[in-house]
């Protein structure tokens, strides 16, 4: 409360101290007001009218053009976001109380942002949209104004995310300044702690907009099927699984077995698991590929080497029911384990797995996990939902990226990553060259590293091929 | 009610009559760990029919974990059940991978809290594999619909082919806020499911003759905690109803249907284990379902519904024609209903 209190005079010193300063203040109260609410906290729920009636530039508010955004966030003596990441400021570790080490990490960290959220394209998308909006028909259409308006408001969203972010390192600084020219230690040291806060939350940041696809927020089914090659290939099939579910472990996903088709002597054929819980799919989905393994073979009384393959598909589960495909019960077969004899009263069973047929498409989907015929079909709809679901988002964004393979379609060729642990011990990523020399790290699940390598890296690809 | 004086009986009693199965009785089972250890197998003639009775009441799920069994001893227990399992019988090892989930508060702790003492497991284990007692007796329970329904001897274990009577009766109209009434309701699984998507007037009169089955019910209903819902009568068919004559909006029965002559060739855990009075149908297995139909007219009200389940195409097709012959001036739409093996496994219809 107390340093609340603290902040919400401080703002208020600020803010008169730039009065008296500044000759011309319209070009950059405007900024700063808008920065106050987010510089307040939790406390700062001012309404929006109170703001601008304090500033007394109501007409520039309500406006929802991209245009009081497009205003360049600037300390009393002209740093910008961008100019403090190009100062070359030596970025010393966070105990250290150096502002501009904190307020460089801070505009290195918002650079990335932009960079991964493709900030170019944004402002330009939302420029297109906002014309979109201005038409006077645009609701004769419900639909497509819902998504314009929509997509405008998502984009809107970031943007006033990512500029009051910028806005907030600008008032730190001005402020921090400000304490050491009145002298005022308690003031200073508040916004150095403030400095070193924000330094923290734009990391979290950065890591977010990794993830900022559509669907990156669902859960996802993990599938992991053994390649060619028997036992040694379902024994690898099996040591992937588990890798997934330790890394979701990790995590503190919840891990669903949906369906497993055991191997004759070890390992797995093939298996699906259900992962829940935020941005599952948004990480899990830089999986997806075929993965492969160099030892020596337990299985082989030779003591050979062998390389084995195992393909890894994700699907995302959607959350939002009109995206989804729409399933219609006379196109589905749905096939149950029968004993085959007079059934009912004669007969006890356990067999409980389901298997359903979507018949137009082909795609089927079975689980054996629950110990009810009917709880097994919830879930065998539940996994051929999102198969469908995967098909309509592939159809709807052909020549979007966003979309990831089925097994199906995974060809064996496309290796992402090698697991060597003879003559030498070694994984690799094939699409980023990113390594370490610790397989049992990784086939424990420590998998972090390689998955935002691979993000960070498909995003730089996608702002290049922008 | 009965609930607490079935969880305290295991505490009270601390089971004086705790043996291990008879030596002999293990030594003439051996040979099925040959190809015969198939559930789907034709049974062996036993001797001794006469299941040994389940010294405690309680099933095991619901018993309190209050055994702690150390990791490696309960890691040595799985080893040797797995041993006794041919690898043939894949149902076997899903069962033992079950029966560690329901007999264990948390399987992997150390040391892991078991409802049962070890012994008592292993003994259960060997009963199951080597003298055909079904697994949901074991474990006192099956996973019905999206129930764990409570199950034990002397009580039939609810059938996944019975799941789809639920999704019969939703489906007429008036359901939610109308009365039921489940003939011969045994764990009353199907009242229990029902009771659960009815509305706030709806009611279901669950009947059964057998006092385990009341008791097994009751359990099952308090499980759910649809009291409110389900009233529980003891009595034979329609007799526990007269004073809900011409007021159900529905009939529901999965009575005894098996030809008594079929008895004798019924899966081992079938014939060996399951209460007769819920199997035997007399002749030709349509002593009861005939008498249901009779019944039928007085205690449905106008535009009621019925769905009988019977032992198949025959017996289906037999009522169908009855009905719609006899009694055609009370009833309408009689039809065969398939279950998922395409048998015609219901009789549904409804009253004019």
Known sequence: MGS????????ARLLSHLRRRTPDPTHRLLPHGASLASLLGPTGDIPAAADSALLRYPARWSSSSTAAFAEVPMTADGLTVESIAGKGWTILPEAESDWRSHAAAVAQSIKLIKKRLKWGWILERTKQLAVVLEKPDLWDDPVFAGRVSREH??????????NQFEQELIEHIDMLRLAREENDNELEMESMRALADMRRSAKEKELNALLSGDNDSCSCFIEVQAGAGGTESMDWAAMVMNMYRSWAQRWGYTITVVEEMPGEVAGIKRATIKVDGEYAFGYAKAEVGVHRLVRISPFDSGKRRHTSF??????PILGDASSRYQIKDSDLRIERFRSGGPGGQHANTTESAIRIVHIPTGISATCQNERSQHMNKASAMAVLQSRLDQLEIARQAQMNAEHTQSLNEISWGNQIRSYVLHPYRMVKDLRTNYEVSDPDSVLEGDLDDFILNYLSSSLDEAEVSV | MATLSLSS????????????PPLHRLLRHKPLASSSASALTPPTPRADPSPTPDPDPTPLFLRSASHPVPAAALASFRRRAAALVPPSAPHLHRHLRWLLVDAAADPSSDPALLRAPLDDLEAMWTRHVRERRPFQYVVGNEHWRDLVVAVREGVLIPRPETEAVVDMIR???GFADGWWADLGTGSGAIAVAVARELGHEGRVFAVDVSEVAVEVATLNVQRYGVQGKVEIRHGSWF???????GKLMGVISNPPYIPTDDLPGLQPEVGWHEPKLALDGGKEGLEHLLHLCEGLSSVLKPG?????????NKQSEFLVD???????SSFHNVEAVLDFAEIKRFVTGYRR
């Open chain 1, 310 to 315: 195992a393909a890894v598909a994700v699907i």
């Open chain 1, 4 to 11: 609340r209190l603290l902040a919400r005079s401080a703002a």
């Open chain 1, 153 to 162: 408001g998502e984009l809107m969203g970031k943007i006033k995310s990512v």
């Open chain 2, 322 to 328: 009855l009905i719609s012959t006899k009694w055609n």
């Open chain 2, 171 to 173: 489906k007429v109209e």
């Open chain 2, 304 to 312: 009621g519904f019925f769905v009988f389940e019977t032992n198949g």
């Open chain 2, 9 to 20: 009986r295991p505490l009270t009693f601390l089971r004086p009559n705790r043996t291990k």
């Open chain 2, 239 to 245: 007799e526990p109803l007269e004073d809900v004559k």
